[in-house]
C-alpha cells in the first residue's frame, strides 16, 4: 500500500473506530439528550472516516472500497491508535476519551486542510466544524463532571488517568509520516503536542482534575498492534456484512 | 438536579421561534447543547432558544372559555377581508 492510501487510513481508522465506540451508547446513555448527542458525534465520525477509506481504496488500487475496508479486515490489519478502541467503561470515561481525542483531531483537521492531497484536505476541511462540537461537548461535559459530587470527580478523574498514557501515540510520527510531511500531505503530529497539552490541561484545571503524571506510553496502534478489545468490537461491526456478503439496502 | 426546558427553533431569518418540544439538561448551557443535537439535527433551524419550562406562565383549561369564547363570533378581527399579494408567502 503506498503512503497517502496508509496515511488516509491510519486516519479512516481512527474516525471509523470511535464511531463504532461511540455508537455503543446508543439505547445505553444516561437520558435521552446524551443518546443523540452521543450517537450524532459517531455519525459525524463516520462520515468522516467513509471518505478516508474511500480515499484509501481509490490509492491503494487494490479494488477495495470502503466497505470491504471496513467490514473484511481483521484486527491486525487496522491501524487506527489504541486510545479509540478501548472499552467505553462508564460515561466518564468515555467523555474522558473524548476529551483527548477530539482535542487531537481538531488540531490534526485543522492543519490538514492545508494538505496538498485534495480528498485529505477537502474531509478535514468539512470535519473541522464538526470536531469543534465534539471538543466543545467534551469540556462541557468534563467541567461538570470533574466539577461535580464526589462521585462524578472520582469517575471523572479515573477516566482521564485511563485514557492519558493512550494518548502519546497520537502524537508519534514515524518515517511515513515523515516522508508525507516534506511532500506537504500530511501532518507533522509531534508538532500538534504543545497546543494539545495546552487545551487540555486548562479544562482539566478548569474541572478541579489533576494532570496524570505517567512515563507508561503503550503503542504499536498504527501497526496493527491492538489491544483484545478491539478484535470483539469488530466481531459485532462486522458480523452483518460477513453473513450477508454483497448486501445493500 | 435535571430541569426540565423548553426549546424554541427559528428555522430561517425572517420567521419567529417556534415552539419544537422540551427537553432534560442541568443547566441553560447544557440545555442548549442538547437542544442542538435533539432538535436540530436535521437543519431545522438558525437559531434556538432554550427557556426554563419553570419560567412559562400558562392559561389553565379551566379558562379555556373565559379566555377564548369570546374572540369566537367576530369574524372582523380576521385577516380574510384583503387579497394577499404574489410573492409574500409568510405573510
Partial sequence: MNDVAAYALRLGD???VLAQRLGEWSARAPDLEEDLALTNIALDLLGQARALLTRAGELESAGRDEDDLAFLRGDREFC?????????????RTIARQLLFSTYQLALYDRLCDSADEVLSGVAAK?????????????????????GTQESHRRMQDGIDWMWPLAGELFECDELNERLVR??????????????????????????????????????????RHGEALGHMLAVMQSTHRAHPGATW | ?????????????????????????????????????????????????VVPASAITASSPDEKDAFFDPAGDKPYRHPTFYDVPDGVPHL
Fill in chain 1, 14 to 16: 481512527d474516525a471509523l
Fill in chain 1, 127 to 147: 470535519a473541522v466544524k464538526e470536531v469543534a462540537y465534539h471538543r466543545d461537548h467534551a469540556r462541557e461535559w468534563t467541567l461538570r463532571l470533574g466539577d
Fill in chain 1, 183 to 224: 511532500r506537504g500531505i500530511a501532518v507533522d503530529a509531534r508538532a500538534l503536542r504543545p497546543a494539545w497539552e495546552h487545551v487540555v490541561t486548562d479544562v482539566l484545571e478548569e474541572a478541579t482534575l489533576a494532570v496524570p503524571e505517567t512515563d507508561w506510553a503503550p503503542s504499536g496502534g498504527r501497526y496493527g
Fill in chain 2, 1 to 49: 438536579m435535571n430541569d426540565l426546558w423548553e426549546v424554541f427553533v427559528r428555522a430561517r431569518r425572517g420567521l419567529s421561534h417556534q415552539h419544537v418540544g422540551s427537553l432534560h439538561a442541568p443547566d441553560a448551557r447544557m440545555a442548549l447543547r442538547n437542544a442542538r443535537d435533539v432538535y436540530t439535527r436535521r437543519q431545522e433551524g438558525v437559531s434556538v432558544w
Fill in chain 1, 80 to 92: 487506527n491508535a489504541l486510545i479509540v478502541e478501548q472499552p467505553n467503561g462508564d460515561f466518564a
